[in-house]
């Protein structure tokens, strides 16, 4: 289908909530400015080896004296919503205790401007970017830090509660706890499962606590990012499927469990005590993790096919506690530059297992998006076909799952602009708007301004 096709195609249910995406880190620069603290980030980006070309978030987008602008290029795009994460360290930058109000301000500046262009903030309050200061003290992995986030979201709440309606506890917990503590391919960059099972129970049980400390504070609609990678199986082989079984187990159910009914998966609980790393829960604890939400946020990229064997060389360690057999087959057909493949029926058949799975709870797309070699040409533009198409058919698929009952309320693309793509730095572009990162200049690409048209017929009927 052509892009005027599937464009033509396309129709939303009425009030459907239009935005884009952004974290903290990935964009704002500004690391040592008006009091902000480290983050795990900050070492993790610094320490040799660690990410693409050594590249760290010093400067990034430099959005943080850059934001007017760019919440001017979100009006020109017409988006109705904008989601984008506050930074610990900025709040408190030592984690806990003393607040700095600047870090504060520039929050209540931003969301300002925004109200002022009639584009709603969603806000997250965490996206990755812990306080090294608790890292130090043990981190995700430590008890304590689940106490020291609901701390730290009353401090924001009781600052921005007044002019933000929708709040987000944390983005992608899977991503904090396994990728940062078992692959090592995140900040704080461990390679221990007893951590990273820890992390995970740490890390939901911080969400729930927060969420009392929301609902406390009387916030309009408040939720959770997870991010979902639906597994396959090979072959039909037992093997296969056990291995299937076991990765979506811990991308996917172990997340989403206790949030919406308030229990880990049965087999999960097993994998990881037979892995010698259980999860740490306490008497009490499920019951704060399943604080009712007003909408679950989706993060969607790709689909995984996995079988069972010893994992070749080339490969990357593995997120997953006792996945040391199991292998990730490379994507048939085209990928993008992350090496993502690209499975907009995926999206459709996720938000149905979704829609089953939590009756009744609204989905919001907290993400979806993809990474390519863009360019500015000689007459200044960004053209950026396979971005189009990417985005077209997961809005299609998207209101696919829809049609077929799927409670969809919103969509935020990722990315607002290219930023840093954390240990893939800038080499990896997501942006509808693209950034010279030698100038600070933004253009708008091509797929931004189909975006844009998607926005103007929806509110335009
Ligand atoms: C999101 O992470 C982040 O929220 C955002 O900050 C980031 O820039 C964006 O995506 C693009 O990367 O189960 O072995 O197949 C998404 C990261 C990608 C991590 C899929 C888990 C699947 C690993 N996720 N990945 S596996």
Avoid at 22 to 35: C, F, K, L, N, P
Avoid at 75 to 100: C, I, Q
Avoid at 208 to 216: D, E, I
Avoid at 362 to 379: Q, R, Y
Wanted: with cysteine; net charge negative.
């Amino acid at each position: 289908d052509s892009p005027e096709d599937l464009l033509a195609g396309l129709t939303f249910p009425p009030g459907f909530v239009f935005g884009a995406a952004t974290a903290a880190y990935q964009i704002e620069g500004a690391a040592d400015e008006d009091g902000r603290g480290r983050s795990i980030w900050d070492t993790y980006s610094h320490t040799p080896g660690r990410t693409f070309g050594g590249h760290t978030g010093d400067v990034a987008c430099d959005h943080y004296h850059r934001y007017r602008d760019d919440v001017a290029l979100m009006r020109e795009l017409g988006l109705s919503a904008y989601r984008f994460s506050v930074s610990w360290p900025r709040v408190l930058p030592e984690g806990a205790g003393r607040v700095e109000q600047r870090g504060l301000d520039f929050y209540r500046r931003l969301v300002d401007e925004l109200l002022e262009a009639g584009i709603d903030p969603w806000l997250t309050l965490y996206h990755w970017d812990l306080p090294q200061a608790l890292q130090d003290r043990g981190g995700w992995a430590d008890r304590d830090t689940a106490a020291r986030f609901a701390d730290y979201s009353a401090v924001v709440v009781d600052a921005l509660g007044d002019r933000v309606r929708h709040w987000s506890t944390l983005n992608e917990p899977m991503c904090s706890s396994l990728i940062g503590h078992m692959a090592g391919a995140h900040a704080p960059g461990l390679q221990d499962p007893v951590a990273a099972s820890r992390a995970v129970h740490h890390l939901l049980l911080g969400h729930g606590l927060a969420a009392g400390r929301l609902r406390a504070a009387g916030v309009e609609s408040f939720g959770i990012t997870l991010n979902f990678t639906p597994m396959s199986p090979a072959t039909d082989s037992p093997a296969d499927l056990d291995a299937a079984r076991r990765l979506d187990g811990q991308q996917n159910r172990m997340f989403l469990d206790p949030v919406v009914s308030g229990a880990y998966p049965a087999d999960v609980v097993d994998d990881l005590a037979a892995a010698g790393a259980p999860l740490p829960v306490q008497d009490g604890d499920l019951e704060i993790i399943a604080a009712p939400l007003d909408w679950l946020g989706v993060n969607y990229y790709f689909e995984q096919t996995v079988r069972a064997g010893a994992r070749p060389a080339d490969k990357p360690p593995t997120s997953f506690i006792g996945g040391e057999n199991v292998v990730e087959l490379d994507p048939e057909g085209p990928t993008t530059t992350m090496g993502w493949g690209i499975s907009p029926r995926a999206f459709t058949d996720l938000l149905l297992w979704l829609g089953a799975k939590a009756p009744g709870l609204p989905l919001m797309i907290t993400e979806n998006g993809s990474a390519w070699d863009d360019v500015v040409d000689a007459e200044g533009a960004v053209h950026d076909p396979e971005r189009v198409d990417f985005l077209l058919r997961h809005l299609a698929a998207m209101t696919a799952a829809i049609e077929r009952g799927a409670d969809v309320r919103g969509y935020f693309a990722w990315s607002l602009m290219d930023n840093f793509e954390w240990a893939r730095g800038y080499a990896q572009r997501f942006g509808l708007v693209h950034v010279d990162y030698d100038t600070q200049r933004r253009t708008v690409k091509d797929s931004g301004r189909v975006y844009a048209e998607v926005l103007r017929r929806h509110r335009e009927g």
